[in-house]
């Protein structure tokens, strides 16, 4: 099965400065790199997701960079704001749809 | 609610009792999931439904019984669970279990307690 982890366990920035969570994997197969959130009490979301045939993407503020070679994947977020603090969990599947969750990144930014 | 719906939101159960988590999916999925989540540890997966047939069991202890009448509903069956089952359970949805690249959409969470 797939191994996942990621780094840092939290993350503590100040409201327009950078964040940056890396997550490594094991299974050379894989394929398909997707962040989820979840801010306090509400259900994970994707909110962007990498197929291994780029090595990056962007959507506004957040991005994902791909290093097949080293087997790991990062999200970028800029310019961050208070609603961008929640949890962030990488989650590469072992096959078929089976996500293989990260222990997650608690984000914080202050004001 | 469209999405994916989980009842009940809270449940608080005795060691000796047995009760059922539902979900339910508006989305027109063939793939559903059970996860739990716990404190301070990763979502671990439970169950994969595909097409009503039970696809994955990661080595789920038999006092969690799953069960899928058809594509939009999932159920998680409860008996004699202990306090460390104490979690969050979240159900998901795909739009197929053999895509790697489908979204899971997931449910609210039902928070349980046992006692």
């Known amino acids: 099965g797939e191994n996942v982890e990621q780094h840092p366990s939290t993350l503590s920035v100040q409201e327009g400065d950078s964040a940056v969570i890396k997550c490594t994997y094991s299974?050379?197969?894989?394929?398909?790199f997707p962040w989820y959130k979840q801010e306090l009490g509400k259900r994970p979301q994707l909110i962007i997701d990498?197929?291994?045939?780029?090595g990056e993407k962007k959507d506004q503020r957040i991005a994902v960079t791909l290093n097949k070679t080293a087997k790991h994947f990062s999200l970028h977020i800029t310019e961050t704001q208070p609603e961008d603090s929640a949890v962030y969990f990488c989650?590469?599947?072992?096959?078929?749809?089976?996500?293989?969750f990260g222990t997650g990144t608690q984000l914080k930014v202050e004001l | 609610e469209t999405g994916v719906t989980q009842t009940p939101r809270h449940l608080v159960m005795g060691m000796t009792n047995k009760k059922s988590l539902k979900c339910e999916q508006h989305?027109?999925?063939?793939?559903m999931y059970w996860y739990k989540q716990s404190a301070k540890k990763p979502l671990e997966l439970m169950f994969v439904?595909?097409?009503?047939?039970?696809?994955e069991n990661n080595s789920v202890p038999s006092r969690f019984s799953p069960e899928c009448p058809n594509s939009s509903h999932l159920f998680l069956h409860l008996h004699t669970l202990q306090p460390e089952d104490s979690a969050l359970y979240l159900c998901?949805?795909?739009?197929?279990?053999?895509?790697?690249?489908?979204?899971?959409?997931f449910g609210p969470g039902t928070r349980l307690t046992v006692l």
């Open positions: 990498i197929r291994s045939n780029v």
């Open positions: 439904y595909n097409f009503k047939e039970q696809t």
């Open positions: 998901a949805s795909s739009q197929e279990w053999e895509n790697s690249y489908n979204e899971q959409f």
């Open positions: 989305l027109g999925h063939n793939a």
């Open positions: 989650a590469p599947p072992g096959g078929g749809n089976k996500l293989t």
């Open positions: 299974d050379s197969a894989s394929n398909y």
